[in-house]
């Protein structure tokens, strides 16, 4: 169990509105690999991560994701599974109503946990990401970068094994998006799988990882 | 889930979308008035309809028989479940009523002999025109009998008249109704699509369906309780006040069932079925429609 991959696509084929988007692909995340998605747009690399969440379901094939059958999961079990994972996207979506530690508690609402384990997790992911500080700040009073932050926060709070990044960096200027990525190598530093899509190749050279690209409906590793 | 968040996210909800909200307010408001309306309006005529039906009498002429034949016609005609009470008219009485009722002409007859001895049956108020007409045909038989007679055309019209309104109640209440609900499924269709980022943002840190749902039954159900303190005050206000005032001769019309709280609380509690169901087609339809991606 303990050996196990985070993520095992196998065979998968996807195909939507007519187009195919994935033929027969293969492919593994070991835990605590840190793993870059590149591609060119419109290759599919946000399907190959609606695939994880469960947002997109294979024609054929199955996907497993942290031990779990995510092809075979039952609609009701959906939002359970995506728990389990932390989802940073481009456009931040927090909350815009509520302030910052409001927004990282809601995580560990929706679990229906208790507001005295809620308050010491979220200062505990609040200062990992270096905004204990401004916890009681609205989003909007926050950089692009900070915001980002409190996403990564926010999907560091059900202490997930597995962390997914679509473009995570696409709307920071070079200095916030070289922090961010900072915190993403402590974050896998710690022992956290990463799965990244980006087009910032510059970052890619700086950041080596297994990068992993998109072509052709398949999957080509092309190394660090 | 705290009670708290599901409050303050129907709250919001309500603001976000006020138009659309009073909108779908005003709708649930009419639809329940006009209910309100018609359950007494046609709770009074049905009333009227029952008095109406209750002075109708059923008439069984006799032929000249002995008391022991009378008595045991009296017996059979009370076995009829539909018979509350039977009153001997003896060929006295009867000459007596149709005196008073004849006037001076009546007197100008000298014997007035000939006018039979008959049984007036009283009938229970929900006895149809059907029940009636079998237990004549039976009647007739009796021996002794030599005739029964029974305004049947003035009770089957108001039977008819009765069915046909109540069939056309229900069918404009359903409509009302029907419409009303779908403006609420829009209204909270609105607010499910003014709020689609957050709905996201919920299914990304893994909220079921049902949790995000709540606030918007919530906002429903805000809905469906505004719009019945609205039609049951503008319901009073009618009855009580307007009606009256402008139509004395009806009076102060009386709740159904005599009490105020039946229609009133059935008001309030179709309001917020009305709200509720809206809300609920519309969460269910469109929150697992909104992707994350």
Not at chain 1, 79 to 90: H, N
């Given at each position: 169990?303990?050996?196990?991959?985070?993520?095992?696509?196998?065979?998968?084929?996807?195909?939507?509105?007519g187009r195919s988007i994935f033929r027969n692909v293969d492919f593994t995340l070991e835990r605590g690999e840190f793993a870059y998605l590149i591609g060119a747009t419109g290759s599919?690399?946000?399907?190959?991560?609606?695939l994880i969440y469960r947002d997109l379901i294979p024609d054929e094939g199955t996907v497993h994701v942290a031990g779990i059958n995510v092809t075979a999961l039952k609609e009701r079990h959906v939002?359970?599974?995506?728990?389990?994972?932390?989802?940073?996207?481009?456009d931040f979506q927090l909350l815009p109503d509520r302030n910052i530690y409001d927004n990282v508690a809601f995580a560990l609402e929706v679990t229906g946990k208790r507001r005295g384990v809620i308050k010491q997790r979220v200062l505990e992911v609040l200062s990992m990401v270096g905004l204990s500080h401004r916890r009681n700040n609205m989003p909007d009073d926050l950089s692009g970068g900070e915001q980002q932050r409190v996403v990564i926060a926010r999907a560091l709070a059900n202490e997930p094994q597995l962390m997914l990044a679509d473009e995570p960096t696409g709307n920071l200027d070079p200095e916030a998006a070289h922090s961010i990525m900072d915190l993403f190598k402590q974050i896998n530093n710690r022992g956290m799988a990463v799965l990244m899509v980006t087009h910032n190749y510059d970052m890619v050279k700086r950041y080596p990882y297994r990068t992993v690209k998109i072509q052709d409906e398949n999957i080509i590793d092309v190394g660090m | 889930m705290s009670l708290t968040y599901v409050i303050k996210e129907g709250v919001s909800g309500f603001r976000r979308t006020r138009l659309a909200s009073i909108t779908s307010i005003v709708a649930l408001t009419i639809a329940v008035l006009l209910v309100g309306l018609m359950a007494r309006f046609g709770y009074n005529g049905y009333e009227v309809v029952q008095t109406m039906k209750e002075s109708i009498e059923v008439e069984v002429f006799l032929l000249d028989i002995d008391s022991g034949r009378t008595d045991r016609i009296a017996a059979d005609l009370q076995s009829y479940p539909i018979v509350t009470e039977t009153e001997y008219v003896s060929k006295d009485k009867a000459e007596e009523i149709f005196r008073e009722e004849f006037g001076a002409e009546g007197e100008s007859l000298a014997d007035l002999n000939f006018l039979p001895a008959s049984y007036r049956l009283h009938l229970t108020p929900d006895a149809n025109a059907k029940e009636i007409?079998?237990?004549?045909?039976?009647?007739?038989?009796?021996q002794g009998v030599d005739e029964v007679v029974f305004n049947q055309e003035l009770l089957e019209t108001l039977e008819e008249r009765l069915e046909l309104l109540t069939m056309a109640g229900i069918g404009i209440g359903l409509f009302i109704l029907f419409t009303a609900i779908v403006l609420v499924f829009n209204t909270i269709r609105l607010t499910i699509y003014a709020k689609r980022n957050i709905i996201r943002t919920m299914k990304l840190v893994g909220a079921t369906n049902g949790f995000i749902r709540r606030p918007f039954l919530l906002e429903g159900l805000i809905q469906g309780a505004?719009?019945?303190?609205?039609?049951?005050?503008?319901?009073?206000?009618?009855?009580?006040?307007?009606?009256?005032?402008?139509?004395?001769?009806?009076?102060?019309?009386?709740w159904p069932m005599g009490e105020w709280y039946y229609l009133t609380g059935g008001m309030v509690l179709l309001s917020l079925i009305m709200g509720l169901w809206g809300s609920r087609w519309a969460a269910r339809k469109f929150i697992s429609q909104t992707a994350i991606g």
């Open positions: 169990m303990a050996d196990r991959p985070v993520i095992t696509f196998q065979n998968i084929t996807v195909q939507f509105d599919g690399k946000s399907s190959f991560l609606k939002p359970e599974l995506r728990r389990s994972l932390g989802i940073v996207f481009q | 007409r079998e237990m004549v045909a039976e009647v007739e038989q009796f505004i719009a019945a303190a609205i039609a049951n005050g503008l319901h009073w206000l009618l009855f009580h006040l307007v009606i009256p005032y402008y139509i004395p001769q009806f009076g102060v019309l009386s």
